[in-house]
Structure formats: structure tokens, C-alpha cells
């Protein structure tokens, strides 16, 4: 169980991999599961971007087509990032100083399993 005090700052406007995936974890049973549904999309145009760059050493002749792939990426990975911020915003699960809190997203996730099975 987490802490009152457990949160993750976000720095600006990125998201780190880490960040995802304890966003992922404090999310994973919340009837809802857009923030963490988010977080694995983030996280796999991000992978995406990393592998794109690494195909320009592998294919230079392809340089070109792989930086604009990454550009494209890099433009869906900051429209997620922005999507799932004001939405964890919305939620209250985001404060005042940019910081997830992984405290509400378990509480959430408590009171929606226990509301499920009835209790």
C-alpha cells in the first residue's frame, strides 16, 4: 500500500518511462483504466521514437523517412502526454505542484473494486 505522502513530481511537460509505469501500477485495477491505458501508449510511441532514431544508423539511406517518423512521434507522444495530464487533472489525481499522486490513484482504485463486488 502506498503511503499519504507517495507522489511523483513531473517535471514540465514530459513524462518519464518511470513515471508511466508506477502511473500503470497505482492505476492497474481502477474500474476506469484511461490514465494507465494512457500511460502504456505514451510509453510505446516513446519506444517507437527510440527505435526510429536507431534505424537511421542501421539505414542511413533511410535517414530522411526515419527523423520524420520520429517528428511524428514526437508530436503523438506530446499529445498523449498533454491528453493524460489534464485528465489525471480532472481527476484530482494531479496537485497543484505537478505531482501525480499515487496515494489518490490507490484510494480510487480501492473504493471502484470495492463498489464492484458490492461492498
Known amino acids: ?9 513531473l517535471p514540465s511537460t514530459e513524462v518519464t518511462g518511470d513515471a508511466l509505469i508506477a502511473i500503470c501500477e497505482a492505476a492497474d485495477v481502477i474500474a476506469c483504466e484511461c490514465p494507465g491505458y494512457l500511460a502504456r501508449l505514451l510509453r510505446q510511441v516513446q519506444n517507437f521514437r527510440s527505435y526510429t ?9 533511410d535517414a530522411e523517412t526515419h527523423y520524420w517518423l520520429s517528428d511524428r512521434a514526437t508530436e503523438v507522444a506530446n499529445l498523449l502526454t498533454q491528453t493524460m495530464l489534464e485528465l489525471m487533472k480532472k481527476e ?15 484510494e480510487r482504485a480501492r473504493a471502484t473494486a470495492l463498489k464492484q463486488i458490492g461492498s
Open 1 to 9: 500500500m502506498l503511503s499519504s505522502n507517495e507522489y511523483i513530481q
Open 92 to 106: 484530482g489525481l494531479i496537485d497543484d505542484s505537478n505531482r501525480i499522486l499515487l496515494n489518490k490513484m490507490s
Open 53 to 61: 532514431l536507431r534505424c537511421i544508423d542501421q539505414f542511413p539511406e
